[in-house]
């Protein structure tokens, strides 16, 4: 039997839900967009889709299919907020770069650097994925004078 996945991109301007490559809806995200707010937007738009499961890619380290902390350009609540809970499914949560990045994976090795609101960064080495959070490294000394300048 196959199952149907919907998948919910969580971003800092949208959250995208798909249901299939031609059933896309979305509505607009930001810096006041708590996990209750998404959950609530999301519903109402969930009412004629019929899935068995739930994907979200989450902007934010994820660990073991947990949020490790709050982004910076949404509100506050993600870490601990039960997904299944609220949205009575079973879910998985993974970083967003990394889920746009199994979407075009086809083996081997590859580097994904998706820009959206920030830079998601994967690696996919022979299947293993792994997120590498480029866009928040720590950076000393951010104003750097040109010579001659």
Known sequence: MKRKILVIDVGGTHVKLMISRTEKRKFD??????????????????????????????????????????????????????????????????????MQALGSYRGGKMLFLGLGTGLGTTMIVDGTIEPVELGHLPFEGAAVALPGR
């Open 29 to 98: 995200s930001g810096p006041r967009t708590t996990p209750r707010e998404m959950v609530m937007q999301t519903k109402p738009l969930l009412a004629e889709w019929n899935f068995d499961a739930i994907s979200v890619g989450f902007p934010s380290p994820v660990r073991d299919g947990r949020i490790l902390s709050d982004p910076k350009h949404l509100g506050k609540g993600w870490v601990g907020f039960d997904f299944e809970k609220a949205l009575g499914k079973p879910v998985r949560i993974i970083n967003d770069a990394a």
